[in-house]
């Protein structure tokens, strides 16, 4: 141990991390680690879920925000703290505020959930101003940088510092000590890389054979390109769907200890998930997976559906992931539900996305002649026995011979959409499919 401040030495310990977990232990209390049949069931592992979506901010986010805070002195406790957060790190940074008594001002963007905001100022009482603006992290990171300098307040950093991820590394104290051994693999959600960097410092150095994967969304791919690149690099465009992982800039120190630990990247950005044999467990290493936004929704829903779990987008990354890997029969894994934070009125976009991702839900331009019986003939000779029309809309009536309708139909099944475009190709009537990621399929949703 050094006597260099810990905000800037450049690497992080086991000693450190148990040093937090002791330090926080008086407010935070262990998450379950449940194992989890269907997916044990369906991966032939005995997969484990560490439910820090239980945590008293429903986030492994106040490991990191507390023990930083903790170990302000006087002068920094009265010149009060800032930070800027996508939801969960300033829920955390709130609470710390209010159990220590100390005055915070925290910046988020325009696009953080309500859920996250009003749960914000519920943890934070009397003893937080929140500040919302800006279309991404990274410009609400750029707005409470500049009050520091400011204000003279100190930053509490979602991820780049060590304080923050020594607490974060107290997730991985506590698998090791609730299994009693060292997992085969541990599956962990990316967005900033605080997480990821304290489970990597604490279980390569004290049980290095563990194999870690790293899940980021495709639309914030940041970790990944960082690997890629040797450096970190500020994406050009970060879908904010994924909002506890849609960070453009990973952490200068996230990425150090991710980089000397030797993590590999198997994708890239423009590939979905792809699959990767984790095969021999004992092997150790980390490995960085992307999955699709739609597929993660449709993991939330089945999270909530079989295990009753209400999980952020971030939360269930982990899960997503399994998919995609394929491990030794009887293997121990272990995905980290790191939040559930969710907004229930963005359910009924995480269904959309979900439907889209499996292959039933699908939108069409349709050109209907306008003539009697155009549209009942679309019903009867074009619709399958078990598609519905979940959108209808007329987009052009300017015309005596046609008529321009958007058309969203959901399948019964996914094998049903080759029969369908079939159908549509043999009436008389002018279709264009609508193809996700397309422009005008982005206008659309």
């Known amino acids: 141990m050094t006597n260099t401040h810990p905000a800037q030495r450049r690497a992080v310990s086991a000693a450190d991390i148990d040093a937090a977990a002791v330090r926080i232990s008086g407010v935070i209390a262990a998450t379950p680690l449940e194992r989890c049949d269907r997916l044990s069931a369906a991966t032939g592992a005995n997969v484990y879920l560490k439910r820090e979506d239980l945590q008293v901010v429903r986030s492994y986010k106040l490991r990191g925000a507390y023990n930083l805070m903790l170990q302000l002195n006087e002068s920094e406790r009265a010149a009060g703290v800032v930070a800027a957060s996508a939801g969960n790190h300033a829920q955390g940074v709130a609470f710390a505020c209010r159990t220590l008594g100390i005055k915070g001002r925290i910046y988020v963007p325009a696009k953080t959930p309500k859920q996250k905001r009003d749960r914000i100022m519920v943890h934070g ?9 800006g279309g991404s992290y990274d410009a609400a990171a750029a707005a409470a940088k500049e009050d520091t300098e400011n204000t003279g307040a100190t930053m509490v950093p979602p991820f780049d510092d060590i304080r923050t991820v020594a607490g974060q590394g107290t997730v991985a104290a506590e698998i090791l000590g609730q299994l009693g051994t060292a997992p085969d693999t541990v599956v962990v959600p990316v967005g900033g890389g605080g997480l990821i960097a304290g489970l990597v410092s604490y279980l390569h150095e004290r049980t290095p054979d563990v194999t870690v994967v790293g899940v980021e969304p495709t639309g914030a791919p940041s970790m990944t390109e960082a690997l890629a690149a040797g450096r970190a690099v500020t994406l050009d465009e970060v879908d904010p769907f994924v909002d506890g992982a849609a960070v453009g800039r990973v952490g200068e120190l ?33 490995t960085m997976l992307q999955v699709d936004e739609g597929a993660v929704c449709t993991a ?31 293997s121990t894994v272990v995905c980290v539900i790191s939040g559930g934070n969710n907004d229930v009125s963005r359910y009924g976009e995480v269904l959309e996305r979900s439907l889209v991702h499996l292959g039933l839900k699908h939108y069409f331009l349709v050109g209907f002649p306008q003539e009697p019986g155009a549209l009942r003939r679309f019903l ?21 011979d046609t008529g321009e309708a958007l058309v969203g139909i959901e399948l019964g099944r996914a094998d049903c959409l080759a029969p369908l475009i079939e159908r549509m190709t043999d009436s008389r009537m002018h279709v264009e499919r609508l193809v996700p990621g397309s422009p005008a399929y982005r206008y659309l949703t």
Do not use: W
């Not at 009482?125 to 603006?133: C, P, R, W, Y």
């Open 125 to 133: 009482g009397g003893f937080v101003e929140l500040v919302v603006g």
């Open 254 to 286: 996230p990425l150090e200890i991710l980089m000397a630990a030797g993590a590999e990247c198997v994708t890239h950005s423009s590939l979905p998930l792809i699959t990767v044999p984790i095969k021999q467990p004992g092997a150790g290493g980390i």
């Open 300 to 330: 939330m829903l089945d999270l909530y559906q079989n295990e009753g779990i209400i999980a952020e987008p971030a939360g269930a990354l982990s899960v997503t992931a399994l998919s995609g890997l394929e491990f030794e029969p009887g």
């Open 380 to 400: 009867d000779e074009v619709l399958g026995p078990d598609d519905d029309i979940t959108l209808f809309e007329y987009v052009k009536r300017n015309n005596r």
